[in-house]
């Protein structure tokens, strides 16, 4: 396999977890939004948490992939 090939490969592996987090993110977000007045404060101070802690997640996978793509240009 080509080093071209395997970095596609490893773009589009990223793309798929940076997928899956924001899925989690949005469905955790509107779950703590329609939830937010019957859930205990612990329940929504760990949602709040996590949703922070995916949302840098994301950022970070998008920040690798976007380093990835910028560097086929020198293959």
Known sequence: MSKLD????KIAFLKLWLGIVVL???S?????I????SVPAHKMIGG???VCALTLAGYKLHRRIQSSIEALEEL
């Open 6 to 9: 395997l970095a596609k490969e």
């Open 34 to 37: 329609s939830n937010s007045g």
């Open 28 to 32: 955790l977000v509107g779950w703590l």
């Open 24 to 26: 989690t993110d949005i």
């Open 48 to 50: 709040l948490m996590s």
